[in-house]
């Protein structure tokens, strides 16, 4: 019987205020920060988390510019435009939304982003900055939330064993760099497994905290758990439901009715590492911000 | 009963074989592959390491420049000399041998190296070329010589659940990237264990390679492993030895005679990784002068 939903919703709000707060003492600075979501084509998935992103940054007074371009932008227009909003000093937070169209190279683009501006974290010079523990490093904002929510809800993973299934560069990979580093929220042994894991249930069953970003409904059944562990489910599937009027709805890597039977705590899809990814987005756009006038949070 | 150990010293006798005709290609196009090597201060251990490092560049006709320079040297004194090997077109990778004194930031030097200089693989760039799979990525010199150690004998980690104890941004961590990739070599499931992991022994039982990397003598002992486990020694410590004319010898992390009783292979030191780091170290240098005229291989 699972003693505990983790409501990624309630942390993220929580959050959400200390942003605002910060983002008043910055005002009373002369600072407003400020963030550029860069969207190409017009992928409905894309088109939706944009709009979300865009609200929360506005509730929180965070001033968002939105640039959305054609499907057929070439790679040295996105180019020009990412180099302007380099040099733009009301620009605190580069965000181009991925996935980018196929023609585009979506490492090469994420490169020309200033790694002082790259709200998201995904400059290889952040990655490297992320593991050497720099100060001056920008954490993606998806593992930043799971580590975020799993503290506020009282499961430090230091010394813990936390299992993460998923290797991909916007989650699983800068997950276990947090957890191992040696900062807030780290110092935990990690395991990474994969779609080419061994036996993948001999491993999850190790774990005291299980992550999983794979993005596969009912990846992680009940009988892969041990009773005890803390589950974060970071994946976002839409299955059918013919009930539900646009046709689908959305659940998480785990078999959640069956797996919340046998463990300690778990987060739910919709509601859990969702809200807490935004809520990230805008305290890293803030920490930037606060950089930018040399103070501040230095972060992870 | 070990039914083998792994000889480290034969495997990179064999790389250097193949690094030595690459040098003869590359010569035949008028480019000799050149190594600088930085030392500041007398420290005898690095003095020995760059020594070996020097002899065994020149043994494959591999340019190498040595700069040694005073215990005192300032950090502007030291960047200036790398900018200067960054510019020098004979240079094709800069080496700054580790430790530096202790009033110079080696984070802050490391990352003056041009990144497509940086034969050590240290560079933050290149930590976050490395984590996303770029093929402009330098891999670090004893991870890459792990994972060489264990395709060269047998020992492919693809699918394998490996255990890396220890998290250093020179061994640990790096070695874990290159594990989980998709490349050769890669695939493989890696559980990162450290000194805070609680309860190691039931992480490291369940290994199917094992590979230590703290630096502490008789860390891994028999009952720590299972039988049929491939373990990697990367340790290197001195331990009193009066029969020695220099009064130590050094060890690995793993107790070699009870582990290899049980094990079923095993790697010694000497003669384990360490000729496997001096090897990708040419290897690497080769890779980058190949690079600097826009051919050959791409590597990690």
Redesign the interface.
């Known amino acids: 019987m699972t003693q505990n939903i983790i409501s990624g919703k309630e942390i993220a709000e929580a959050i959400k205020k200390e942003v605002r707060e910060e983002v008043e003492r910055l005002e009373s600075l002369g600072v407003t920060p400020g963030l550029a979501v860069v969207l190409v084509g017009e992928d409905p998935a894309s088109s939706v988390y944009v709009a979300m992103k865009e609200k929360a940054a506005k509730s929180l007074s965070i001033k968002s510019r939105q640039l959305t371009l054609p499907e057929d932008t070439s790679s040295s227009e996105l180019e020009g435009i990412v180099a302007g909003l380099n040099a733009d000093p009301k620009i605190h937070g580069i965000l181009v939304q991925l996935p980018l169209p196929k023609h585009l190279d979506e ?1 090469a683009l994420l490169s020309c982003i200033d790694p002082d501006k790259d709200v998201d974290g995904f ?7 992320l ?2 523990g ?1 100060d001056d490093a920008v954490a993606p904002c998806t593992p930043a939330g799971v580590v975020e929510l799993l503290l506020r809800s009282g499961h430090d993973p ?4 936390v299992v993460v299934v998923g ?1 991909s ?1 916007i989650v699983g ?1 800068p997950l ?2 947090l957890l ?1 580093g040696r900062k807030r929220g780290g ?1 935990a ?6 779609s ?3 036996d993948l249930q001999s ?1 999850t069953k ?1 774990a005291d905290i299980l992550v999983s970003a794979v993005g596969r409904a009912d990846l992680i059944r009940a009988e892969m758990v041990k009773p005890g562990t803390v589950v974060v489910d970071v994946g976002v599937n839409r299955v059918v439901d013919e009930s539900n009027a646009k046709g689908y709805r959305l659940v998480g890597d785990v078999a959640f009715e069956e797996v919340s039977q046998v463990v300690d705590a778990i987060t739910p899809v919709p509601g859990g590492v969702g809200p807490m990814t935004i809520a990230m987005l805008l305290k890293n756009t803030v920490q930037l911000a606060s950089r930018s006038v040399g103070e501040g949070d230095k972060g992870y």
Chains 1, 2 share one sequence.
């Not at 400059?123 to 900055?129: Q, T, V």
């Not at 230091?158 to 064993?161: A, F, P, S, T």
């Open positions: 490492n400059h290889p010079m952040n990655i490297g900055r593991s050497i720099s230091e010394g813990k064993h290797r560069n990979r276990a760099t191992t110092n042994t990690v395991t990474i497994a994969h080419r894991s061994e491993i190790t």
